[in-house]
């Protein structure tokens, strides 16, 4: 399961009613890829170390990078320019703050 929702990742992309669910497919899609990567780079499973029970919350900085991630790689689907670009500006530092080793 996913730390970010899709109705969450719709507000991230400021999704009005009238667009429906015609990309949930896709978001979805976006939207593992982009916890994959994070857990990627942390270096463990989000899920397996927070939120679970005598364990602390997933942290919203953790939720946030993932959320970026996912809507950036939506939005710059299609622009070539763009997506050969590192990932939004911000998002490897927040992934950095929880990473349990370095290089």
Known sequence: MAIVTLQEIKEQLSFTDDIGSVDDALLDRKIHAAQNHVERLLGFKIE????????DPIPPLLVEAVSQLAAWWYENRETAGEASREAPFGVREMITEYREFTF
Do not use: A
């Not at 397996?48 to 364990?55: A, L, R, W």
């Open 48 to 55: 397996e170390t927070f939120g679970g029970v005598d364990q």
